[in-house]
């Protein structure tokens, strides 16, 4: 074809982008360079290059493996381990829920398959923030109030909706002939969703639990409301140095760093995973 | 209507060949196939012609005026493609008239032509209705319709009708070609059915591998294929080809396994530098149509199916020199099995070059 | 390998029928060719028995038992189908020995390995065991759908078109050697088609499906030979036979044209003449027809005639004088060997005597 390109000439394009990418990046690369500051060179400042402006230090960082540490290493092992158990409930849970709505009508008194997958992905419709009292005395009535427990538990009910509706267009979009086939080639209905759903579902249900993962982990209003001493998770932890004393930046900043780098690696390996399965797909 | 040239016409997709070194002319009101298989470079030779591939090199004329740099809008081609491209929301009339109506021409005018091309392809009955309410036969001809109201200087036609079923396409071969006698319409078709290519043409151009292997009449197209891709490719079914070797047992001739073939002196002569080039051996072609059961002395074969359809029968026979087809004649009953004697017509036989490919001349 | 029954098997999509009280038996290691036009139902049929659709009247039996009630996957069908149904995330290799792992079958990797082997061999797919299926081409895919169908041991083995999308010389090729792939492993297959010459030529027997109704079932011979309707006669031979009206007055209707019947056949509406049995002669016979196009088909041509706007088409051996376009000649028909039908389309016999005198006009 005779292709004419949108959007002009080349160096405006660079020029926009560019100055995207610098608006977008700019935190994280100021957070980033603040961990490796000493307060001196935070209040005073500003110093931009590492190095240059500056002398990088591990000074915070050596904090937070030493003194700060049971309560940093606490909320980061809690957030993982929040993170990780609820993306896993959310998404095996919500695959089995999605399966059906992709597959079959259901009539649940007014209600039809459609309505069905609604009401579902409705409960996220509303702000946590407008629940969370509720939920505070629901909790401590139950008795679930900073266990770990009662966390998984809520983390699984605030990823649900997303990952039930992430995962039934996933299988709807996979043909059913591929499912009659594997029946018609001798699998039951439980073989044929293991055998042949699940594999070509696999970068859907890969997406789903990063997205769960990542909503867990940066969750901070249901953390605050429902968690002390004992189930809280970096979040908190983090916010708590903030508000206690004069707001330490540079052990913030270095457990901001920190706390970036578990959902990337989560994404990076998922990534790799979803790759492979595109590929094949 | 004009004529159209391809002069050393090549197309790249980046490093990848389209089709290259492509010369050939279609006359004014000829009705030109171009014949391959899929990937042969027929479709990118098509969509150059209409100007919605900008070609590599090369030069295209419609009659004197060089198109290259041409849009399809100017270049006055019509298109009608596989699967019609009718607006479902307009009338059959609406739709065969919108090409004019876009150019501005009268309301008038546009019905005057459109009443006159309804009747050349006789549609008449259906101006008013939706094409959702026809059948495939009758939209097929509303959008050739549509494409003759622009009275077009050249037709391209896509495959258009491999999707219909076969009586549908029986008809459709019909009504396009007589489309094309009463208008005059200089029209290129491209198809990788050599069915409909040998029947509705005027002349034939074989492409594989994006280029021109040969082009010709129907006709000669099948009894003198230039190499063994269009021997095979061309006709149904495809023409056997078996290994021949030269021997010193008898003079002019060649050696199917144990069987000579005896041929004439000046024809064996002008094997001799193909045979010496390949250490003796030639690929011997010869059609279905032209093997015969002989009662002995023929090349001997074992039958492995026998399809007998309607009234022809069709024998696949395991040979020496190869696996061939046959046609066997009526009333001769022969089992799966079977052993034979077959004997080819000598003067329907054809020798190629195994290393080229190309046929030998006699 | 079993035997398959159809009774009384109606299904409707609807309110329309798309199969009507179909009947038939299909012994054990028969193929079986369900014939027919676009729409007749021949997926249905086949997918009725997978138990991918539900019948609404009427029982299939397969290998002795009822199917019905039967769950797919315990119905021991192999099927190809229309839209290949391969698994993308697998390579063709275990796309074609996914059904030899299914639970249930126990087999040993060497015999896998063997069928793997033999039916890449069959169907040309040696060299793209190893791609995945989007690395393939239509017609690659479509041999490997029918290759996973072929592999395993199934009481029956049920092809929809499964050579549609190849090119012409692979069809060509893979008509006889299908056969006897089938033939050899003793398998009982329905295998639908709407082509004559494939239907036909791999058939024990053709069961020709008209809109959901079973017009015929016999040996491609016996079909071919007397066919029972004009509906099937209109879709038996390549080329088709040709079925002329026949006015009230009993001649042959030919908008201006009249030619009187030579034999007399009280209630006949249809003349059907197979294309073999129209002969040309010199332009001054009492039927003339205009050359609208002329094929080549082997040795013979098949000339399409426009005789009166009606369009006939006649095979011949080669003519000593080419024919041109728009030429006119003159049609002779041999009347020992056409058809008749009434107006309801089944098919009505002349009288005996007035066929001895009619010989040729």
Redesign the interface.
Known sequence: ??EERIGGTSPLRYVVVLAWAVFALFPLYWTLLTAFKLPKDIFRGPFYLPGIDFVPTMNSFRYLMTTGSSDFFHGLANSVLFASASGFLSVFIGAFAAYGLARYEYRLGPMKTDDISFFIVSQRMMPPIVAVIALFVMYRWLGLLDTYFGMILIYTWYNLPLTVYLLTDFIKRI?R??E??????????V??ILF?TV??AFPGIAAAFFLAFIFTWNDFLLALMLTFQNAKTLPVVIAAWSANMDPRWWLLSAAGIVAVLPPVIALSLLDRLMDR?EH?? | MSSVRLQSVAKYYGSVLGVEDLSFECANSEFLAILGPSGCGKSTTMRSIAGLETISSGDIFFGARRVNDESPANRNVAMAFEHFGLYPHMTVSENIGYPLKLRGTSTADVAREVVSIAGVLRIHDVLDRYPSELSGGFRQRVSLARAMVRKPDVFLLDEPISHLDAGLRSEMRIELKRLQRETGATMIYVTHDQREALTMADRVIVMNGGRLQQIDTPERVYTHPRNEFVATFVGDPPMNLLNARATSDCPDSVQVGEHPIQLSASRYRGLLDCLTANDGVVQLGVRAEDLAISDRGGLPGRVRVREAIGDSVLLTVDTEGGRLRMRAPQGVHVREGAVLSISPDINQIHFFDRSTGDRIES | MAEIAFEKVSKYFQGVPALSEVSFRCESGEIVVIFGPPGAGKSTLLRSLAGLEDIDSGEIHLAGRAATGLPIHRRKVAMAFESYALYPHLKVRNNLEFPLKAPGVRMASAERQMRLGRVAELLKIDSLLDRYPHQLSGGQRQRVSLGRALIRDADATLLDEPIAHLDARLRSMLRGELRLYLQDVGATTLYATPDFQEGFGIANRVLVLIKGVVHQIGTPEEVFAVPADSHVAALIGDPAMNLIPIAPDGTLDFGEQRLPLPVSVPGSAQVGLRPGDVALVSPDAPVKGRVVLIERIGSSLVVNLDVGGRVLAAKIAAPTSPLTMGEVVGLEFRWSEAHFFGKDAARVEPEAESLTMGGRT
């Open positions: 074809m005779r043909p002939d591929v009659y086939a594997a029946a018609i080639d001798g699998y039951d209905r073989r044929q042949v594999p070509l399965q094949e797909n």
